[in-house]
């Protein structure tokens, strides 16, 4: 009976790194020990690797993995798309290798076998897409117009030159160093599909993610009707409750069920659990750049906003406390009080000047209706943006 629990506690480690690594850096798990394991696991574990090569095999050794990770990282690579394709192909493998022999069953139709391949080819397309479609590359061609189609906001975007491209950066463009290109629009480089996501293509982008998400979820489900068809054919519990005497109950019946099916059918348990965390993984992407687009943001802006508010808070701060030390030469010698602290600033919720709000004005947002059109149909797709280019 303790090898469920010990699976059960391998599966909550296995998931705990899993989501350490791919969301440790997340605002959420900001200063908890999920932000610490994915430090460890991106960086900890990397920097004593190479004090290792370098202690074990000398300089040029180091200098060989500091060039690998120099392609892997600052340079265009098909790393990344070579892994999504080889992880969707051996797992795809795997399932029908292992579940179309239950297919159909108790409680999943034939008809599964063909909506399944239907469902990976629409995955496999969106990635194509995604992967090779232009992400809204910024030319001295075409600069003209994107500098029309959104305008500066004067507090994260400014009207300069690009120093590589040596054109006039449009409002919401910028250079990406591993493509060595200016994108209009953009959001981020995602080493996944080897491209920049930006205004052209952010559409394919956020439709992959969310297919994939459901796709996840559908194999997941699947999976579970498979194991609950074959514990109603085999009557498991029908026999451990009537031949072993087992007690008709959850806490009973849990342990004993668990274990015939870690033992029959432990392939299917394994990719319905790693299913079922990368749908969960999905799922918070998904949110997040749902998020974006309905408010009219992208992933670079959010880091922009976030460093200007930070600044500004520190300037309110400086401000505040230039007041208070101009303010403690009165006639009674009353020294400023140091500031509050931070629990107690916020029970009191008392408003000095380095307390005030520090407002996010995003002139894009133009509501999530005429956000989501954006999205699917960007401006340089449009008609007036065309006409715009002939004028």
Not at 122 to 146: K, M, R, W
Not at 374 to 387: D, N, T
């Amino acid at each position: 009976m303790d090898v469920p629990w010990l699976l059960v506690a391998h599966g909550s480690v296995t998931a705990l790194v899993v989501v350490s690594f791919l969301c440790g850096q997340w605002p959420i798990f900001e200063g908890t020990f999920v932000q610490r394991i994915n430090h460890f696991l991106t960086f900890g574990i990397y920097h004593h690797f190479l004090r290792l090569v370098h202690a074990a095999c000398g300089t040029g050794a180091r200098d060989l993995v500091l060039g690998v990770e120099q392609y892997c990282c600052e340079r265009p690579n098909p790393i990344l798309q070579v892994f999504y394709v080889a992880l969707i192909g051996v797992t795809y493998f795997i399932i029908i290798q292992t579940s179309f022999q239950y297919i159909p069953g108790y409680y999943v139709s034939g008809s599964h076998r063909y909506l399944s391949i239907v469902a990976v080819a629409i995955g496999a397309l969106l990635f194509v897409l995604t992967s090779f479609s232009d992400p809204g590359t910024v030319t001295a061609e075409n600069v003209s117009q994107y500098l029309s189609a959104y305008p500066y906001d004067n507090i994260i975007f400014e009207e300069k030159e690009c120093s590589t491209c040596k054109i006039t950066r449009p409002a919401r463009a910028k250079h990406c160093r591993i493509c060595d290109i200016c994108v209009a629009r953009f959001d981020h480089h995602c080493g996944w599909m080897n491209n920049c996501i930006g205004e052209k293509n952010n559409r394919y982008f956020l439709a992959f993610l969310v297919w994939h998400f459901l796709l996840c979820l559908y194999g997941a489900i699947i999976i579970g009707f498979i194991l609950a068809g074959e514990l109603k054919e085999k009557k498991v519990v029908y026999i451990l409750t009537v031949y072993y005497g087992i007690d008709n109950s959850f806490s009973g019946l849990f342990p004993h069920v668990a274990q015939w099916l870690l033992a029959v059918h432990n392939t299917q348990i394994l990719l319905s659990v790693f299913l079922a965390i990368i749908s969960l993984l999905l799922g918070g992407f998904c949110a997040y750049h749902t998020h974006l687009c309905l408010t009219n943001t992208t992933t670079n802006e959010t880091f922009k906003w976030q460093d200007y508010i930070a600044w500004m808070k520190k300037e309110n701060e400086a401000k505040a406390a230039a007041t208070c030390k101009a303010s403690s030469n009165t006639a009674n010698g009353e020294v400023c009080k140091s500031q509050p602290r931070k629990w107690k600033a916020f029970f009191s919720r008392s408003h000095t000047q380095a307390d005030e709000t520090v407002v996010k004005n995003n002139i894009y947002d133009r509501g999530m209706i005429r956000n989501l059109c954006e999205v699917f149909v960007p401006l340089s797709e449009r008609w007036s943006f065309s006409r715009r280019k002939l004028d």
